[in-house]
């Protein structure tokens, strides 16, 4: 089975800090996704990442980077973390042969005070 | 925005009882796709239906979809109080290639009452 990891469940940092999520993949898989869930929002891609050291931007990058140096491996950066990234960080990935199927992470909880 | 839509926000139903969850969307897709998230977890594949497919069925579910009228549909049938959770329709945009992103819905939250 895939497995797709998240380095924390919960996370509470204050505001300012500068905030790692890390995700890990086991199945190889090229491409990578970092979203955020809020409520009444659904699901908006932050960045997303089809090869090492390749990214490119979704829906809402303001405020995030990102960091691909191994295949299996994307982390979500926050610089300079605010309230309003309190949120749902959820991490995905997929094969490029396998029609866009994702294969989510159990998602970081972050809330930064 | 792309995001599709689904509808209703919210269902409730007794167990045993067939639910139906609808999606719209907004763009020519290659594939559509529905999700499950049960409360505060990651999303799971539940059932992914192509463009020229217009019906598949997997265990308990059935998917439908229409491109004429951009729309889809997720029944669950026989339903039971696991399958309460949120669930989420998911297409593709932009590049018709495999590391497309998907654009997910805002999900139908689907509460089985027991």
């Known amino acids: 089975d895939v497995k797709v990891t998240q380095s924390s469940r919960y996370l509470v940092k204050r505001t300012g800090e500068k905030v790692f999520l890390e995700c890990v993949q086991d199945?190889?898989?090229?491409?990578m996704f970092w979203y955020r869930q809020d409520p009444g929002l659904g699901l908006r891609l932050i960045y997303f990442?089809?090869?090492?050291?390749?990214?490119e931007k979704g829906d809402i990058p303001e405020g995030y980077s990102v960091s691909r140096e191994k295949k299996e491996r994307f982390s979500l950066i926050l610089e300079s973390a605010s309230t309003n990234q309190t949120s749902m960080y959820l991490c995905?990935?997929?094969?490029?042969?396998?029609?866009?199927?994702?294969?989510f992470g159990p998602g970081t909880r972050l809330t930064v005070t | 925005s792309q995001q599709g839509e689904e509808d209703p926000q919210a269902l409730s139903i007794q167990e045993g009882e067939n639910a139906t969850m609808n999606c719209s969307y907004k763009t020519s897709i290659n594939n559509l796709q529905w999700y499950r998230q049960n409360s505060g977890r990651g999303l799971v594949h539940l059932i992914l239906i192509r463009s020229n497919e217009r019906e598949k069925h997997s265990g308990r579910l059935r998917v439908t979809l229409d491109t004429s009228k951009k729309s889809s549909s997720l029944l669950i049938t026989a339903s039971r109080a696991a399958d309460t959770a949120s669930y989420f329709c998911?297409?593709?945009?932009?590049?018709?290639?495999?590391?497309?992103?998907?654009?997910f819905g805002k999900g139908t939250r689907l509460s089985v009452i027991a």
């Open positions: 199945m190889d898989h090229e491409n």
């Open positions: 998911a297409t593709a945009y932009g590049r018709n290639s495999g590391n497309t992103p998907l654009v």
């Open positions: 990442s089809y090869d090492v050291k390749m990214k």
């Open positions: 995905a990935s997929s094969a490029v042969r396998s029609s866009y199927e994702q294969y």
